[in-house]
DNA sequence: GAATTTTCGATTGTATACGATAATAGGCAA
DNA sequence: TTGCCTATTATCGTATACAATCGAAAATTC
């Protein structure tokens, strides 16, 4: 059995291909499904109690995010982005970033702020607990804070692309992450809640450039990686 | 029969779901197929030859695209971007464009900009040519121009990005356009153009901005759309 | 013993079958 | 006629069946 691991929270009765979609990509996002695990699509089908039908369309889907691999006759895998691949993502986040921020700064009420801080706590409130889960809900927090001030900007498009951007940034952090705790910033996530707060949009910008190079800089991303991980991963 | 109008040069062998999906992509985006039109399986596979499961999937992949709306237990249907949407979606385009040309900005020699020259010179030539055909070139190389642009900017994250917006653009442009030839501005091109060999990247972004407002005024962006076009476009 | 070929098994690719849903048309009553 | 209800039909949603492909192991040859 190659393919394991997939929350089994979703047993419920009728599944569709949007639910096993999003468990699929939770997984990732999280972690508990490593870059270049085979997702075969009769494992992924029981798992799930359907049919190949309904996998393969949320297979798709995941290709088009750009969290699984989908080769010809091959089957599909979770994406197991190189290196080039890897700056290309940070890359883009460092040019939309400072755009969304502009973009969301306008609309930042009270409100708004208050739901910042609310996902700041619960960042604070994950670290300070021990386990994995807490680790794994952790990644995804640290997302989804990003995730909120692109929802602020108003532009659904926006929003999505940025949705994209940060679901393979937790997948790069998976693969080339160093420290246990890769997604640490959450004392940068505030001070730049501050300065929204503020109005001080410059500085917002200029503290979300430096969190994405922190961000990047616990990467190791020199060339050759380690070719146990590799095999490992890839489960041959 | 709802369904008509795809062009039918790949009735060769041997269709698969990509090949589809970029036939009917190209007859939205070339407006051969009108928004609101109903893309039935059954039809649009009997034009393939191929079955409702490839059918199926190429539709799915044009709804993440946000070209096709999937509504669930009633159909494919060509998208039918509302003011809002359509708004958004240059909105995005006015954000997104300027950072794509100070990212390629740098990259830009010789050959780039012999290669663009090429692509403005295709659009003139389509513009001086008569006929239903030359128009939908015209529309389709207008968008390759800005597609070209993205690609130079060597992010191809980017480069997707603007894919869709481009695509798009076109669907809104069927929409709410007014001028016939709404992809007048290949003299805005060409500026940008000389702006971008000058190496003058601040002026190429101005004359973009200014170039995305005119597209966007050449539109009828009134909430209310006259009802028999309505009627018409929804093909009922 | 190593390299090449062949065979076999597993997995994907596509078509089709069947059940479910929604739109339409027809009939009935007001 | 108009409104409502029912029945029909067409279309979609999902499962399954069968064909095609790929990879690995076994067999053969040098």
Redesign the interface.
């Known amino acids: 059995m190659t393919t394991a691991n997939l929350d089994p929270a979703e047993n419920a009765i009728d599944i569709d291909a949007q639910q096993i979609r999003d468990a699929i990509r939770d997984a990732i996002v999280e972690r508990r499904l490593a870059p270049g695990t085979k997702l075969s699509e009769t494992d992924v089908g029981n798992l799930f109690n359907v049919s190949r039908t309904l996998v393969?369309?949320a297979l798709?889907?995941l290709s088009?995010e750009g969290l699984v691999n989908v080769e010809k006759n091959r089957g599909a895998f979770v994406a197991y982005p190189s290196v080039a691949e890897a700056q290309?993502?940070f890359?883009?986040r460092r040019?939309?970033e400072p755009?969304i921020l502009r973009?969301a700064a306008p609309s930042i009420r009270k409100a708004q702020v208050k739901e910042l801080r609310e996902l700041l706590a619960e960042e604070v409130r994950l670290t300070n607990q021990r386990g994995a889960p807490a680790r794994r809900a952790e990644i995804k927090a640290s997302g989804d804070f990003h995730l909120a001030v692109a929802a602020m900007s108003g532009?659904?498009?926006?929003k999505r692309?940025m949705d994209e951007?940060v679901a393979r940034s937790s997948l790069v952090i998976a693969l080339y992450g160093q420290s246990v705790i890769s997604s640490c910033g959450h004392s940068e996530h505030r001070q730049i809640v501050d300065a929204l707060e503020k109005k001080d949009v410059e500085a917002a910008c200029a503290l979300m450039l430096q969190h994405i190079d922190h961000i990047e800089a616990d990467l190791d991303l020199r060339p050759a990686r380690k070719g146990s991980d590799l095999k490992d991963a890839l489960q041959l």
């Open positions: 393969r369309a798709q889907a088009y290309q993502i890359a883009t040019l939309l755009v973009e532009n659904a498009i926006l692309f951007l």
